[in-house]
């Protein structure tokens, strides 16, 4: 009954930008934590970004200065801005949140393809 949809992928030269969202939406009382993460083929899923419900982040070291997470609140929704892309940014991307409706649950969207070609 709670839905998380991503938008915002696509294909980006190396050096370009993306924005990629996500909206949560349903059964939703509050969020705590909001996160990105990230999988290529052959590889584990990695975090990204997160930030929790008082607006704290944290990064990969992998992305630091080339990433920014933010969130809305009032909207259920967290942002992340890629600045500097490499062709090892290339993934697919999914939004991550513990949000608590009857229980604190944890929910996964779909998961949005980012591929950034030299």
């Known amino acids: 009954q709670v839905r998380l949809v991503e938008s915002g992928g696509g294909l980006v030269q190396a050096g370009g930008s993306l924005s990629v969202s996500c909206a949560a939406s349903?059964?939703?009382?509050?969020?705590?934590?909001m996160e990105w993460y990230r999988q290529a083929p052959g590889r584990l899923r990695e975090l990204v970004a997160g930030?929790?419900?008082?607006?704290?982040?944290n990064y990969a070291d992998s992305v630091k200065g080339r990433f920014t997470i933010s969130r809305d609140n009032a909207k259920n929704t967290v942002w992340l801005q890629m600045n500097g892309l490499r062709p090892e940014d290339t993934a697919v991307y999914y939004c991550?949140?513990?949000?608590?409706?009857?229980?604190?649950?944890?929910?996964w969207g779909q998961g949005t393809q980012v591929t950034v070609s030299s």
């Open positions: 930030i929790t419900n008082g607006g704290s982040t």
């Open positions: 991550y949140a513990e949000i608590l409706a009857s229980t604190r649950q944890t929910y």
């Open positions: 349903g059964n939703i009382h509050s969020i705590s934590a």
